[in-house]
């Protein structure tokens, strides 16, 4: 079991805890049967386990004060130059013949903005995920094309401010 894992299980054992809790509170007018208690379990598993996951990989990618080529912290993009290694345990399955570039953004209290330069008619994709890993988002040659890409919309920024952007809230 890799440090990750075992790290995801016991959030996660803490995070179905706190709603096992919760639900029980909630039910305290009447007793939950075993399989009310299982249904509750596995209902939190499924919404939750998904969240842990993401959030424990996110750390483990953002946790530098500088980009590092393998990581960076958050609002940051790291190209990664080389392909993964079978050994690299902190992405669930890389594919092995992809280099990647990652960033972690947070557009709870400002927008980001993403630059795409023109990409000369080249394949590339760029996938924005949520913290349940649903792709909500997927520029690319075969959804936009590969011409020059500025992206305003509020389903890629959050919530829209009147104001300038920074330059660091600028992804290019």
Do not use: C
């Amino acid at each position: 079991m890799s440090i990750l894992s075992a790290a995801a299980s016991r959030a996660f054992a803490a995070f179905a805890g706190g709603l096992l809790t919760a639900a029980a509170s909630a039910a305290s007018a009447q007793s939950l049967t075993s399989k009310e208690a299982q249904t509750i379990a596995e209902d939190a598993y499924v919404y939750g386990y998904p969240l842990v996951t993401m959030e424990l990989t996110r750390r483990s990618f953002t946790n530098v004060a500088q980009p590092d080529g393998k990581s960076a912290p958050m609002g940051y993009f790291v190209n990664v130059p080389k392909y993964p290694l079978a050994s690299d345990k902190r992405v669930t399955a890389p594919t092995a013949d992809t280099l990647y570039s990652t960033a972690w953004i947070d557009v709870g209290d400002e927008p980001y903005i993403p630059h795409v330069p023109d990409e000369h008619d080249r394949y590339y994709l760029m996938p924005m995920l949520d913290g349940w890993t649903n792709v909500f988002a997927d520029p690319g040659k075969r959804t936009t094309g590969t011409g020059p890409l500025i992206s305003p919309s509020p389903a890629r920024v959050g919530k829209m401010w009147p104001s300038t952007p920074t330059e660091r809230q600028h992804l290019a």
